[in-house]
């Protein structure tokens, strides 16, 4: 706590004043957690003040909010091609990043715990803070104006992604809220970001890409391997499912599933939390799409059968926990689509399940199961439709 308070008065967050009338303070509060490695081991124990943006009013208390954020596709076509290119690839943390903002609209705060407060006053917010519902949108804008003094320029295609190109030297960095991933051919200029971005904000150079947004990143001499095994271990001793006889595919096999069938499952909220985190896993494991996408659709009210299969799949995930993606490190790239259809295959609807992968030298970076939106006529109607969609990701790939 003391180490947050003490950043919060170096960065001249707020000034105590009397509230004006008419006004309302919005709470705040202290949250506590323990960060740890990629190896599970503790890394630090860490406090945050929070605002309770929650009660903020559109209007009075904030006007925009959006923030873009890098998409995880982009994560991985950027890695893909450092690896082919034999780019190095680096990560920056900036420290209390949402301090760095100042405060465009008048916002009232009541004084923390843990700041002296004997007459009974506010804190009028002079900084941005965690919490406020602006605060996103107003850091990415400091930190767009500081890269784009440096020579960078956003990404029409994806605008937390910024490019410096001069001669024939190309840097890029990938922004997503307060982490940074910075690749390229010119390493002194990516030096002189690092001292730029270090004098403006204050910020943790963590040296090589290791460990991104609960994605391990290792190193091989044939490319570069994306896992997330921290999470996966995580995830299967909550549920027990660790030392359980594990399965050798996603799902059982010629399994149809439906809304009515058997009881309905009293725990919905695990049910639900559950399939949130194998869908958090597709971030590295495409074998897992189509089975996040048939567990999704009984969301709402989940029956025993739906349960029975999701044990199947987290067994499945305890017998490969340490599968993940090769990037290759090829010396030519290529871009390739394969798309395929089960065509009229939902027992309830008979719309067509459909699949893609698109692979960058050989090295898989954006893929997708999703049930069409409208019931296809015949087969060749629904590959059409599957066509359109890993066309559509194929050009967003290559025009980012």
Sequence with gaps: MQKELQALDHNLTWELVELPKGKKAIGCKWVFKVKLKSSGALERCKARLVAKGFNQKYGIDYEETFSPMVKISTIRCLIAV?????WPLFQLDVNNAFLHCDQQEEVYMTVPEGVPNPTKKVCRLLKS??????????WHEKLMYA????????????????IHRQDDDINIAAVYVDDVILTGTDIQKLDA?????HKEFS???LGHLHYFLGIEVGYTATGVILSQKKFTKELLHECDFDLLKKAITPLPLNIKLTKTDGDLYPNTEKYRSLVGKLNFLTHT?????????????????PRQPHVTVLHHTLRYLSHTEGQGIL???????????FSDPDWASCPECRRSITGYVLLLGGSPIS???????AVSKSSAEAEYRVMVMATAASKVTCNG
């Design 285 to 301: 494991r495409p074998d897992l799409s189509y089975a996040v996408q048939s567990l999704s659709q009984f969301l709402q009210a």
């Design 193 to 197: 970001l690092k001292a730029y971005l």
């Design 203 to 205: 910020i943790k150079d």
């Design 129 to 138: 803070i965690y919490g406020l519902k602006q605060a996103s949108r107003q």
């Design 147 to 162: 890269l784009e003094h440096q020579g960078f320029i956003q990404s029409k295609h994806d605008y937390s992604v910024f």
């Design 367 to 373: 893929w997708k199961s999703k049930k069409q939106s």
């Design 82 to 86: 450092a690896a082919s290119k034999h």
């Design 327 to 337: 990037l290759k490190a090829l010396d030519t790239i290529s871009l390739q689509a």
